[in-house]
C-alpha cells in the first residue's frame, strides 16, 4: 500500500479518536467495544498466530474471513504485518490471490466500514468505532513489542528480554503472555497455565473442539523441560 495513504489513514484515525470525549454516548462506546473485541481477535487469532507463525490450519473461507476482520484494524495486510515478514510466509501469501485482493484494497475495507458507522449512528458511531477503536488497539499492538520487553515476569529461559505481563494478556486477548510466546513461538496457546487468560486460545480451542481448528500446535513437555528456567517448574 502506498505510504501516502497509510498516513493519511494514521492521521485520520488519530484526529477522529481526539474527538472521543465530545462524541460520547454509551451505544457507541459498546460498539467501539464490540469492534475492538473483533478486531483484535483477528489480529491475534489470523494475522499472528494462523498466518505469520502457522500455528493451526483452518478451512480456506475461515482463514480468508478471520483475515478480512484483521484488515479492518488498519495494521496493513497480511501480507505486510511484521511477523509475516519475519516468518517470511510471505511468499506463501502472496501466491494467493486473496491476499494480493487484500493488499491492494486494504483501506477501502476501513473507509467502507467508516461509511457504514456513520450511516448508522452519526459522528459518535465514526469517532468511537473507528478513530478511539483503532488508535487503542495499535497502541495495545505496539505496547507488546515494548512494554512486553519492559515490564513482567520471565518463565522461560528464553535470552531476551520478553515478558509475561497479565495487564497486557488481558487487553490483547492473550498476546501479552510474551515470555511464552517468545519461548515457544509455534504455540497456538500463549498463556500456558490455566489463569494465564489467554482469549484468543480459547477461541481456537472451541474452533478445534468443533472440528474447525486443525494441526493446533502446543509445546512439548521436552521443549518445556529445555526452555524452563529453574528445576521447580519442570517438576510441576
Ligand atoms: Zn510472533
Ligand atoms: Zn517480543
Redesign the pocket.
Known sequence: MEASTTKFLFLATHCLALLGPFYFNWSAFWLAVALYFVTCASITLSF?RNL??RSFKLPRWLEYSFAYCGVLSLQGSPIEWP?AL??KNVGDLKKQWYYRFLHYTYPCHSVALGILLYAGGGLPFLVWGMGVRTVFLLQITFSINSICHIWGKQVWNTGDLSRNNWLLGLLALGEGWHNN?HAF?YSARQGLEWWEIDTTWYIIRFLEAIGLATDVKLPTEAHKKRKALCKNRTME
Open positions: 499472528h505469520a507463525h511477523d519475519e516468518f510466546h513461538e
